[in-house]
């Protein structure tokens, strides 16, 4: 779905000098140093745990078990965080205004570095009073504490919004990606030390406990009643809080691993300016140093799509191999021949290097980091041996650190265990190494060595489980298991290694095996998926070493031989959903919308599926009650509609106008941005070239499956210039188009003979979408097609804003059930429909 512009200002209907004071406006300082960042967040840090700890303390709720008489830890803790907050907050005064003074000057700097602490302390404020110091209350008590704690949290929201205020008033000393993504760092702050807190106050409340009897009384009621409400009451508290705190309200978290890992990621992006994500191979060092300049040369030649964002290769993971290096030379003839190379070529590099904990392996990180310090292509130092054992990996990280890779210029990235809990008895669903990993000790309540390193990034590999671990049976279900095959590595950022190996025991139809259209398609979909991890992804290998182990093709290991095979292709302008069935009977061409592609459609092909059956499965361990393991609950399962191919074009990435010229995926440039008040200028030259372009491909379609099995529609943005190009079309009328969260171009003609096709226009909207408003100006627009006498089916819901991922998949699923049903089926419904409209009238 495509993201608001409407943060964006409108750049074209002012005077020239207007023009230039917005650029320069918009020119806001985009990134902080790194020290200033580190004091940043441990303000937050520091902010948020002093007044969760101080509310638990005054509640008494952590100090079961002292009988004798010893301080509070609580208070003792809470003043601890006090006073560090201070320092922190000391430095980040003394830190913050050599960079922020530099855009406005010293009034205008003066004034974010406060609204930024004014941030943390409200967040932290806010959070504490939602999360702590209830749980020993009952009663009267428990509502009058509530009520109480409403009313702070209230007034800390407000001053959070004032202080957010400010910074959107300053958007020309920082610019508003910045200001939000400190402020998320801020807000998770808040919601892991309160949430951390409120989970030790339960284990003290469970301590104190005394009567078992009673205890398993209580579990047996939450299990009773309460926890099969779960998923009501937590649409209530949703509900709720924008009644409390209004439509802006940040949101709560009631998962304090979740909140660790959202500060491990909102860090980095303070300071790190390479935000591209990694795209790139595994490189293995395994015969000479010609050989491995002559890999990466190849590695930088790989066609590739057009964009800011290529979906071709721009890196590459350098394999060390111990037994190639000595403690003279830490890094061996092949690993320096490729650097250099990679260094001339433009090619970002990630050294793999498999130290372990220990001196050897910190002595080894040293010397590697001393000898590559200077090359500006070494941008991350991979860890795949280290053990996430903080004692131990302390010193990998202060190897890599001191040895002159610093965290402004390189990322360290590290295996993580896996997140899910495959045992279901952790109450989030998280794995208890991953827990471990996330957990902060009340105690303590210190940062752990993630955090304290600064530009830590995690990663995990893509993966398809076998048959006997649960996996794909058949060739379809394998490829919509290639589509969600880096689902596991979204909470990491980083996909570290995947490959086109297909797992035991998939039956295919022919005894040959996969064809190269149903490997295409395998590959297309495991790209997708892996696109969509933020920080990006490596394929396993560029050649398959000859010692690896696994079995099948050169081409599913290694990353030269799928190019050579046809099976991947990053130049690939459509992606492709291919017909299932028989058949190829019917075609859906989608146009994505500003600043996406077509394999965000590809990662989640359910959008163009149709319901399967409703089957009983278990809950998964993300919606478990603590005592409910056993509980089943119905789950929507879905499968393709039998002959439908589903085209999806990427849009070529180009200049926007009202961006000030930054490069975006677009069907079109903006020449201006009216921040939803009207219908944007778009140069019309561009739109006709696209419209030449989908008009090639429906010609494609419409011969394969006659003019009336072809649909086409889009979202946002492609869903203008999808019903550009059906109105435009010389072919004539199609089966139907679709539009979602988007609206028909003032100037697109609606000519007699189009109208004559009786070509139906389903039209799907929110109508709490402010990036293109309803009311004032969306429905207007539609209402010209009426006027000319075409069948519109309009459906609109309250309460949807625009980029809804989830109401836009519920919409193309109802369009496409809608126009597939067999002709029979529609006249009864036709005819039940006439009837119903006879009664009413």
Not at 2 to 8: M, N
Not at 34 to 48: I, K, N, Q, Y
Not at 208 to 213: A, N, P, V
Request: hydrophobic fraction near 40%; include cysteine.
């Amino acid at each position: 779905a495509a993201p608001t512009r409407a943060a964006l200002r409108s750049a074209a209907q002012r005077s020239a000098t207007q023009r230039s004071a917005a650029m320069e406006e918009d020119e806001g300082l985009g990134s902080m140093p790194f020290e200033a960042a580190v004091a940043l967040s441990r303000v937050g840090w520091h902010e948020a745990w002093r007044a969760s700890l101080k509310r638990a303390e005054r509640a008494g709720s952590l100090d079961a078990g002292k009988p004798d008489g010893k301080k509070a830890v609580a208070e003792k803790d809470a003043q601890w965080h006090k006073t560090r907050a201070a320092k922190a907050a000391e430095s980040w005064n003394l830190l913050a205004p050599k960079w922020l003074d530099q855009p406005r000057g010293a009034k205008d700097g003066a004034e974010v570095t406060k609204a930024l602490l004014d941030c943390a302390k409200a967040a932290a404020e806010h959070t504490a009073a939602r999360r702590v110091g209830f749980i020993s209350l009952m009663g009267d008590p428990a509502k009058k504490a509530e009520k109480a704690a409403d009313e702070e949290a209230l007034q800390a929201w407000q001053r959070w919004e004032a202080a957010q205020s400010t910074l959107k008033e300053h958007r020309s000393v920082l610019r508003e990606s910045l200001a939000d993504v400190a402020s998320n760092l801020l807000w998770a702050s808040g919601w892991h030390a309160a949430n951390s807190v409120a989970e030790a106050e339960v284990k003290v409340m469970e301590g104190k406990e005394e009567d078992e009897e009673q205890m398993q009384e209580f579990d047996d009621g939450d299990e009773e009643g309460e926890g099969d409400d779960d998923e009501a009451e937590g649409d209530d508290d949703d509900e709720d809080e924008e009644e409390k705190f209004g439509a802006d309200y940040m949101g709560s978290s009631d998962d304090a691993v979740e909140d660790h890992v959202a500060i491990l990621s909102a860090l980095p992006s303070l300071f790190w300016d390479d935000l591209v994500p990694w795209q790139g191979t595994r490189l293995h060092l395994f015969e000479d140093a010609a050989a491995a300049v002559a890999a990466v040369e190849a590695i930088s030649r790989v066609p590739t799509f057009s964009g800011p964002f290529p979906r071709g290769l721009n890196a590459i993971r350098l394999v060390l191999r111990e037994a190639l290096c000595t403690p003279k030379d830490p890094l061996g003839d092949m690993a320096r021949a490729a650097l250099s190379r990679a260094e001339a070529v433009g090619l970002r590099v990630m050294l793999e290097v498999p130290a372990k904990v220990g001196a050897k392996g910190e002595e080894w990180l040293r010397k590697v980091a001393q000898e590559t310090a200077d090359l500006k292509c070494v941008r991350a130092v991979a860890l795949p041996q280290a053990v996430v054992d903080f004692d131990g990996l302390k010193g990998l990280l202060a190897a890599v650190r001191t040895g002159g890779l610093t965290q402004g210029r390189c990322q360290i990235v590290l295996l993580a265990p896996c997140p899910e809990d495959e045992t279901g008895e952790d109450f989030d669903g998280w794995s208890a190494e991953f827990r471990a990993m996330h957990s902060t000790d009340v105690a303590s309540a210190s940062q752990n060595v993630l955090l304290q390193d600064g530009n830590v990034l995690l990663e995990r590999p893509a993966y398809i489980p076998s048959k006997e671990e649960g996996g794909p049976e058949d060739a379809q279900g394998l490829l919509d298991a290639a589509s969600h095959a880096g689902d596991s590595a979204q909470d990491m950022g980083l996909v570290g290694s995947w490959n086109l190996a297909v797992p035991k025991g998939v039956k295919f139809k022919s005894k040959d095996g996969p064809s190269l259209d149903w490997y295409r398609e395998f590959g297309q979909r495991l790209l997708g998926s892996v696109q969509s991890a933020e920080s990006g992804w490596f394929f396993d290998a560029w050649e398959r070493p000859l010692d690896a182990g696994g079995e099948g093709p050169a081409a599913q290991f290694g990353l030269k031989a799928a190019l050579e095979a046809g099976w991947l292709d990053f130049a690939a302008q459509d992606q492709v959903l291919a017909p299932t069935g028989a058949k190829h009977t019917h075609s859906l061409i989608y146009l994505h919308g500003f600043m996406c592609d077509g394999y965000s459609y590809l990662c989640e092909p359910e959008y163009f599926y149709k319901m399967k059956k409703r089957v009983k499965k278990k809950k998964s361990s993300k919606s478990k009650t603590k005592d409910d393991d056993a509980a089943e609950d119905e789950e929507e399962d879905y499968e393709p509609h039998p002959g439908l191919k589903v085209v999806c074009p990427s849009a070529p990435c180009r200049k926007i106008t009202c961006q000030n010229g930054r490069e975006q995926p677009s069907w079109h440039d903006y020449l201006t941005d009216l921040d939803g008040e009207g219908e944007d200028d778009l140069p019309r030259e561009e739109l006709e070239e696209v419209a030449k372009r989908i008009h090639e491909l429906l010609d494609r379609e419409v011969a394969a499956v006659g003019a009336k099995n072809v649909f086409l529609g889009g979202a946002s943005q492609g869903c203008a210039v999808a019903l550009h190009c059906a109105l435009t079309y010389p072919g004539g009328g199609l089966g139907g188009l679709l539009g979602t969260m988007g609206h028909l171009l003032s100037f697109t003609e609606i000519k007699p003979e189009w109208v004559e096709s009786k070509t139906p226009v389903f039209v799907y909207h929110g109508l709490a979408d402010s990036t293109m408003p309803w009311e004032k100006w969306v429905g207007p627009s539609y209402q010209r097609l009426k006027d000319a006498g075409v069948d519109v089916r309009i459906t609109t819901e309250e309460g949807v804003d625009h980029a809804d991922g989830n109401r836009e998949q519920v919409w193309t699923r109802s369009f496409l059930t809608e126009v597939l049903r067999p002709a029979s089926v529609k006249t009864v419904a036709k005819k039940a429909d006439a009837k119903k409209g006879a009664k009413k009238k």
